[in-house]
């Protein structure tokens, strides 16, 4: 069984950097595309990026300037980075796997099948 | 972005009945390579990360009870739950992959009558 896990600070400055890391035990990270996903207290579900074990990336356009995610497969671990945060970047923060599907014109991502429970991080000073 | 608008926002449904739930989105989530809808529905519980229940518009993810079933295409898809249970109770979110940056519907919140 595949899990996930998120681990970093739970309080970050304004204008500071969030960094969190994602661990995956029971699964390789030499495969699939491994994604992060926010949601606000009490709000929705927002896509932020996702890399593929090779390192290539797909960020939301929204955050793109912001963001850097990578990843680490002999430590099965991917991270995020997500600069000058201010209280609108409160959220719990979740790791996820995405298998990805094929099609005629290669592999996509998309699909969120394995999530961590999330990791609350408060933006305050 | 494809917007994805969910109604009801809230539901309270009696157990055993029937909950339905809509999603529209702003363009068409249709894939042409294998004529299949980019929609997906996720199931979130208070406290805990969201669990995917059907992707495909109308796949179930295996081990989801077959009491949920999902259908359209095109901009727009449904979410039927038949024979509600009480452990149903949960936020509904659909998803579409059809392009980035992928978007979620608000939410629909489903409750007991």
């Known amino acids: 069984q595949v899990q996930l896990q998120e681990s970093g600070p739970g309080l970050v400055k304004p204008s500071e950097t969030l960094s969190l890391t994602c661990t995956v035990s029971g699964g390789s990270t030499s495969s699939y595309y491994w994604t992060w996903i926010r949601q606000p207290p009490g709000k929705g579900l927002e896509w932020i990026g996702c890399i593929y074990y090779t390192g290539s990336t797909n960020y939301n356009p929204s955050l793109k300037s912001r963001i850097t995610i990578s990843i680490d497969t002999s430590k099965n671990q991917f991270s995020l980075k997500l600069s000058s945060v201010t209280a609108a970047d409160t959220a719990v923060y979740y790791c996820?796997?995405?298998?990805?599907?094929?099609?005629?014109?290669?592999?996509?991502?998309?699909?969120?099948?394995?999530w961590g429970q999330g990791a609350l991080v408060t933006v305050s000073s | 972005d494809i917007v994805m608008t969910q109604s009801p926002d809230s539901l309270a449904v009696s157990l055993g009945e029937r909950a339905t739930i809509n999603c529209r989105s702003s363009?068409?989530?249709?894939?042409?390579?294998?004529?299949?809808?980019?929609l997906a529905w996720y199931q979130q519980k208070p406290g805990q990360p969201p669990k995917l229940l059907i992707y495909?518009?109308?796949t179930r993810d295996p081990g989801v009870p077959d009491r949920f079933s999902g259908s359209g295409s095109g901009t727009d898809f449904t979410l039927t739950i038949n024979n509600l249970q009480a452990e149903d109770v949960a936020v509904y979110y659909c998803?579409?992959?059809?392009?980035?940056?992928?978007?979620f519907g608000q939410g629909t919140k489903l409750e007991i009558k």
């Open positions: 998803q579409q992959y059809y392009s980035t940056p992928f978007t």
């Open positions: 996820a796997r995405d298998p990805g599907f094929f099609d005629s014109s290669g592999y996509h991502p998309g699909l969120f099948d394995y």
């Open positions: 495909w518009a109308s």
């Open positions: 363009q068409s989530v249709l894939y042409s390579s294998n004529n299949k809808n980019s």
